[in-house]
């Protein structure tokens, strides 16, 4: 019998640590969970499955709109009635938050509902239990992060905005990232007077310039106001409950909810991980090694805690590759390059791999391709959008290097080409590839002609 309760203990239930608990389990280890909120963690809960649901329920008043185009007549919509969508989510999130805790007990998982603290390099504690394990591994995911200033009490964050009692008229959303540009869009979809704040020239830094400045034009023919090089001061509470939002450049705006998404920070406050000797970056992240290993031998961590990147995925890839470190003892195999990812703002951002300016950047002989047109149903339909897409090819070898589009389902196209760029395939090989006609995706094997 092993000295221990159990062969692995996990802190937090999301998706790497469910799916590190899972896959040890079903090799055979005696594994424990803990989770001191929802099953399922931020992407289940409070992001990407409740934003992705929002952002659907944001995309009809365009599509009943554009439908008059196609002969819809007469078929006039009441309105929007925000309890009706906020509570068949809040169903929906239920119904997944069992699914999870399912998973997990069928697995032969012990799952234990609680906050859990590292007591010593070897145990843990929730509540007033104390728990032995070989391993510990930490996969408590990241927080939203709200700077302090004058009245930041009164901003609420990603956590809250799924479950707000009233649907506010008049929204100022704060922050340059891919969640802020999200909710944006959402909050303009479903009728209220948007405004993003962001405190530099262009949101989306990280992302392809030319990607950053067509979003941003799309995005002003939706009504969304943006407010670059805006910086908040303070928000102030009014007598009537609105919030009166102060810039450091001295003007004020009067709205009725206040989102900042500047950013996350790791979760690991609290865990009693420093009183271990295990190293923690100044952003609070785990530092490990290529085996999410920390500087302590027996405790491990993955997933956004660990400061790479944020997505879903990636924890998912990432819990695999530990537990069959675990197992066969070679070192974990992950490959963190071409990784696809989607922003699902309106219209919606897809790409993969480099931008131009990473490729210029590094050395490689850039060649461009594009195409920048507006897609079939709006020609009907009347709407002033248009699509982008581009390739990234090294002239030197013909590789495509990256690939980014802007438009509708420019996440569910991206991924196929990611197969394509992973795969190593040439501008050649796209060429000789039949496009499916008539759709957007075809243009991505239908461009000839470079355009720089």
């Known amino acids: 019998m092993s000295e221990f309760d159990f062969d692995l203990f996990v802190i937090g239930a999301g998706s790497g640590g469910v799916r590190a608990s899972r896959m040890a389990a079903a090799s055979g280890m005696r594994v424990a969970v803990a989770e001191d909120r929802y099953m399922g963690g931020t992407c289940v809960n409070v992001g990407c499955v409740p934003k992705k649901l929002f952002v659907y329920a944001s995309e ?70 104390i728990y032995s394990a070989e391993r510990i591994l930490i996969a408590t995911g990241g927080w939203p992060y709200v700077p302090e200033f004058p009245g930041s009490e009164f901003a609420i964050t990603s956590n809250e905005v799924f479950s707000l009692q009233e649907f506010p008229k008049r929204v100022m959303v704060v922050g340059g990232g891919y969640i802020a540009v999200e909710f944006a869009g959402i909050f303009a979809g479903l009728g209220a007077e948007t405004h993003l704040s962001y405190r530099k020239d262009l949101f989306l830094r990280g992302f392809d310039r030319e990607v950053r400045t067509f979003t941003r034009d799309e995005m002003i023919k939706k009504q969304i106001n943006l407010h670059f090089n805006h910086q908040v001061s303070a928000i102030e509470k009014q007598p009537d409950g609105s919030l009166l939002v102060h810039s450091e450049e001295g003007g004020t705006r009067e709205v009725d909810l206040v989102l900042y998404a500047t950013g996350r920070r790791a979760n690991t406050r609290g865990l009693g991980l420093e009183k271990l000797g295990v190293v923690l970056h100044k952003d609070g992240t785990i530092g490990v090694d290529d085996n999410f290993r920390s500087s302590v031998q027996s405790i491990f961590a993955l997933g956004d805690v660990t400061g790479g990147p944020e997505l879903t995925p990636v924890a998912l890839a990432e819990a695999m590759a530990l537990v069959k470190h675990w197992q066969t003892g070679k070192t974990a195999e992950i490959d963190y390059n071409n990784i696809p990812t989607a922003v699902f703002c309106q219209p919606n951002i897809g790409t993969v791999g480099l931008t131009e300016e990473e490729a210029r950047q590094a050395g490689i002989p850039v060649v461009i391709y594009k195409a920048d047109f507006r897609a079939m149903r709006h020609t009907i339909g009347g709407r002033d959008e248009r699509t982008l897409m581009k390739l990234i090819v090294n002239g030197s070898n013909d590789k495509v290097v990256g690939a980014h589009m802007v438009g509708p389902e420019a996440g569910e196209i991206i991924q196929g080409i990611a197969i394509a760029i992973k795969a190593g395939a040439t501008k050649a090989v796209f060429d000789q590839t039949i496009g499916i006609h008539p759709t957007a995706a075809e243009e991505f094997v239908t461009m000839r002609s470079p355009s720089g």
């Open 60 to 129: 009809y008043r365009e599509a009943f709109e554009d439908a008059r185009g196609f002969g819809w007549l007469g078929q006039e919509v009441a309105g929007f009635d925000w309890p009706t969508l906020r509570d068949n989510n809040a169903r929906e999130i239920t119904r997944l938050n069992g699914i999870y805790r399912n998973l997990l007990t069928s697995a032969g998982v012990t799952v234990i509902d609680g906050r859990a603290t590292v007591e010593d390099r070897q145990k843990v504690k929730v509540g007033d239990q």
